[in-house]
């Protein structure tokens, strides 16, 4: 069954010790020591015996909306089990049979799974061109939307693009949208060069999801937050999924992190601009391989593969070989799954190092490869 053979993929490959994870947008960097003294002090307190507050941690609450910029009074928040699990919480709550999600592709697939898993439509707008800034237009939104347009997805920046909207984009999806529900996914916006809140423009109507496992390298502890009106928090509020609370020790180490957030990310910041200028020159040397979007918003970047004559998914098996995960278009998109792979770039340098200086030889033994194993 595909579902287990997924699991027994993802769990052989936490058991690999040595492998390279540049290939699900994680931060690999090392966690600023009052995160680790946070996670430390839950269990030695015992903090953990008890369950959470509902909504989340008043500070860690406070200290997102503080993040973001948003009004408190006018906004609230629901920490989650990550980012995903608000996705989820939202698109069920709000959609039902019959309605529709529009969202770009390529994007990131889970909130259209969540839609279908509803009897609801997940219908993906074609935004791999180059004409269009590989990216999704006002003019192609409203082009799309429809009476039975109820939610809009919007990941921003893209994943796995790495383009972010103007602030004018934005208002217009604020135009755009009318009377639907509108998810704005913020998980990459600490990376971003510049970024615009969509909830400022359409407060009642906006879910603003929030991620700390890619900024601050806690995905393993599954923390993440949902903001919306108040209105709309309570009506979140009332079938939560994590009712009784989100990890304590996650919480604690989401705390440290934002009160050391100046600190912390500029450290971060440096070591991912690094790596995707490593990237690119490396990328320069190899016939065939582009990168679509030169300047990526988020922590990672698409690398084109078409004109090499390759496939993702041979280049994937090809690193995989050596011990370094990266991942294939098809994981984001049916149409555009020949096109690209995505590499991570808040890792170690010397991970960044070994990726680059083998890209010539995965490429040639890409081209030599005949079946390779399923990819997820």
Not at 238 to 249: D, H, T, Y
Not at 264 to 275: E, H, K, S, T
Not at 308 to 330: C, D, F, N, S, W
């Given at each position: ?60 609450r406070a200290l997102i909306l503080e993040d973001l ?308």
């Amino acid at each position: 069954m595909e579902h287990e053979a997924r699991n027994r993929h993802f769990e052989a490959l936490t058991q690999q010790p040595d492998l390279l994870w540049l290939g699900q947008n994680t931060n690999h960097l090392p966690a600023h020591p009052a995160v680790l003294a946070a996670m430390h002090a839950a269990v030695d307190d015992f903090s953990f015996n008890a369950y959470a507050p509902p909504l989340g941690m008043e500070r860690l609450r406070a200290l997102i909306l503080e993040d973001l910029g948003l009004d408190p009074a006018v906004f609230g928040v629901i920490v989650t089990d990550g980012a995903v699990a608000g996705l989820s919480h939202a698109v069920r709550t709000l959609l039902r049979p019959g309605d529709e999600l529009l969202a770009a592709e390529p994007g990131w697939k889970w909130p259209l799974a969540f839609a279908r898993s509803l009897g609801a439509t997940a219908r993906e707008l074609p935004v791999y061109e180059a004409a269009q800034g590989y990216r999704l237009s006002p003019a192609q939104l409203r082009a799309a939307m429809r009476p039975e347009t109820k939610l809009v997805y919007l990941v921003d920046p893209n994943n796995p693009m790495g383009t972010r909207f103007e602030p004018e984009e934005i208002e217009a999806f604020a135009e755009i949208t009318g009377d639907a529900f509108v998810i704005h996914d913020c998980t990459y916006r600490h990376f971003a060069q510049g970024h615009t809140l969509l909830a400022p423009f359409a407060p009642e109507r906006t879910i603003t999801t929030y991620s700390f496992s890619k900024w601050l390298g806690l995905a393993g502890l599954r923390v993440g937050a949902m903001l919306a009106s108040h209105a709309m928090i309570a009506r979140f509020a009332e079938a939560a999924p994590n009712a009784l609370g989100s990890s304590v020790l996650a919480q604690r180490a989401a705390i440290a992190g934002l009160e050391h957030k100046h600190e912390f990310l500029p450290m971060v910041i440096a070591a991912d601009r690094a790596a995707k200028a490593m990237i690119a020159e490396a990328v320069a040397g190899v016939p065939g391989l582009a990168l679509p979007v030169p300047v990526s918003h988020g922590n990672f970047v698409a690398m084109d593969v078409f004109e090499a004559g390759i496939t993702p998914e041979k280049l994937v098996a090809a690193y995989a070989e050596a011990g370094i995960m990266i991942r294939q278009g098809g994981y984001h998109t049916k149409r555009y799954a020949e096109r690209f792979v995505k590499i991570s770039t808040t890792v170690p340098r010397p991970w960044m190092e070994r990726f680059c200086a083998t890209l010539p030889a995965m490429v040639e033994r890409a081209r030599a490869m005949n079946d390779v194993p399923v990819s997820y």
